[in-house]
């Protein structure tokens, strides 16, 4: 597996909605390609791995509804438009992870269309259909709304059919049941093509907690166990990544059967410390979590990240003040775990739901007909009136990019600071809620961090076993006020010290 190779994991990942990144041909959308051509700015900005939103033929423009698991839609490319990116980027040290949907296709996938002809169907059982009388005696037919998903009633009509099919995202995707063998051996086959045939270096799992649904739910673990099974077989260094939009609590199980799952309790509990510019006592909290992941596998991988393309952007979370972006860049990237970017936080980029708008075009340069810019959608938030250009931001020291690249530099650089398996992280005493701190304890030296969640400056007196810590790595304050194990912090900022 890959947690037997501690030093192939990536230490900084970099999400791409594919549509929004990079245009190469003129027609407004981004593609394969266009990611092809930026490679060199991903390697420069130090990112080691890139997961890539749906790639597939779709209907929609997110692409999370499938017609063709072995197929790249012709928006984006052709296959051998991936292949040459995956060449590529192998060629700079960055691994790919393809966005997989395992839980649901779109309606004018072939196997639905073919299954919505009716019972007989050789793939009625690719789906989970039930009359409403069962749906209703199981009391099935309404749910909560989650994190993930909006959908209040999953039970759809499928015209001249007796049988509601199953879809709790929307109609317009309709679930798998998994406790279809032949679905099970389809399914093994696209696993196959992208890891083997293709060579991809893993994925991200689309949706991972819904596998099943709700009323037996409790087959998700033994299929997650199927699935990580046979890529073991396969490919035993692939790396798996899961959507679990859960708590901490929830979560943990499933890091029996895949190497990291995304931390959503963490990127939720960071947007209200910044919000309220006030420490929820994070730092034990997380060494909690620790402990319970590690009951399930010791070599978890902790996906941390700010938002994704499902939330609200941090830029907006935050109001568009850069002193706070820089201080979420600098938290996330100083906190243990295998840190995720989404594209265009590194220069500050802005978005509220709904969802197109927290996928607007990546700001690459002021000029308005910029050929390498996509026009798939009139941008409202990351626009050149509210966020700098990249190549504005470029070569400005005091930038939203260049504070995102030091910091990644800082990580990749210091020992403590890059561990990911097995997490070091130790509390400091100190009692100021204002005032996130924290150690990073390695062998090669303890590192120091410490924040000003507040608008003020504020003084911190570091404990007595903290006092020796006196060399400051990096800062976002100058001058560096220093006095006998006393600090002078400014608004917002952050210190990274050790011995």
């Known amino acids: 597996m890959i947690t037997e190779h501690p030093e192939r994991i990536p230490k900084v990942c970099y999400e791409i909605f594919v549509r929004s990144f990079c245009d190469s041909n003129g027609d407004g959308i981004g593609d394969i390609n266009g990611i092809t051509s930026r490679l060199n700015y991903l390697q420069d900005l130090g990112i080691e791995a890139i997961w890539l939103t749906p790639i597939h033929p779709s209907p929609s423009y997110h692409k999370y509804d499938v017609v063709d698991f072995f197929e790249v839609d012709p928006e984006y490319g052709t296959l051998d438009d991936f292949k040459n990116l995956l060449r590529e980027a192998h060629d700079r040290g960055i691994a790919v992870y393809l966005d997989l949907i395992v839980n649901h296709v779109s309606t004018l996938h072939p196997w639905f269309v073919e299954a919505r002809k009716g019972p007989d169907n050789p793939y009625r059982n690719f789906f989970w259909w039930m009359t409403p009388e ?35 995202f ?19 086959k696209i696993v196959y093509f992208w ?27 033994h299929f997650w166990w199927h699935f990580d099974y046979f890529v073991r077989n396969i490919k035993p260094d692939a790396y798996t990544v899961g959507e679990i939009w859960a708590t901490s609590k929830e979560v943990a199980p499933y890091f029996k059967n895949l190497n990291a799952t995304f931390h959503f309790d963490l990127s939720f509990a960071l947007q209200r410390i910044l919000i309220q510019e006030r420490d929820e006592n994070l730092v034990q909290r997380l060494i909690d979590i620790f402990a319970l992941f590690a009951q399930y596998n010791p070599d978890f991988i902790d996906a941390i990240m700010l938002t ?41 980029m802005l978005g509220t739901k709904p969802d197109p708008y927290i996928r607007e075009p990546f700001l690459w340069t002021e000029t308005p007909d910029d050929q390498h810019s996509n026009r798939w959608i009139q941008s409202e938030f990351s626009t050149t009136q509210n966020v700098v250009a990249l190549s504005r931001q470029k070569n400005h020291p005091a930038s939203v990019y260049s504070h995102y690249k030091t910091l990644i530099s ?40 410490i924040h000003n969640l507040s608008a ?23 001058p560096v006020l220093q006095y006998q194990g006393e600090l002078q912090l400014t608004a917002f900022s952050s210190i990274i010290l050790s011995h």
């Open 308 to 348: 994704n393309h499902d939330q609200d952007r941090i830029g907006s979370v935050v109001g568009n003040n850069i002193d706070k972006i820089k201080l979420a860049a600098s938290i996330l990237l100083t906190l243990p775990g295998q840190p995720y970017l989404y594209y265009g936080e590194e220069i500050g």
């Open 134 to 168: 069962k749906i209703e005696e199981m009391g099935i037919g309404k749910r909560e709304t989650s994190g993930d998903s909006d959908e209040v009633y999953p039970w759809h009509d499928n015209p001249g059919d007796e049988e509601q099919f199953y879809g709790l």
């Open 170 to 188: 929307w109609s317009g995707m309709p679930d798998l049941n998994y406790d279809s063998e032949e679905l099970r051996f389809e399914l093994s």
């Open 410 to 449: 800082l990580r990749k650089k210091f020992p403590a600071l890059s561990q990911i398996l097995h997490p070091n992280l130790g509390t400091i005493p100190l009692g100021d809620d204002e005032i996130l701190i924290y150690l990073r304890p390695h062998a090669a030296g303890d590192i120091l961090v």
């Open 456 to 478: 003020k400056s504020k003084s911190v007196v570091l404990p007595e076993a903290q006092k020796a810590f006196t060399q400051t790595l990096y800062t976002t304050m100058y």
């Open 195 to 221: 890891l083997i045939d293709i060579g991809v270096d893993g994925f991200r799992l689309d949706a991972a907690r819904h596998i099943y649904p709700n009323w037996v739910e409790y087959n998700n673990q």
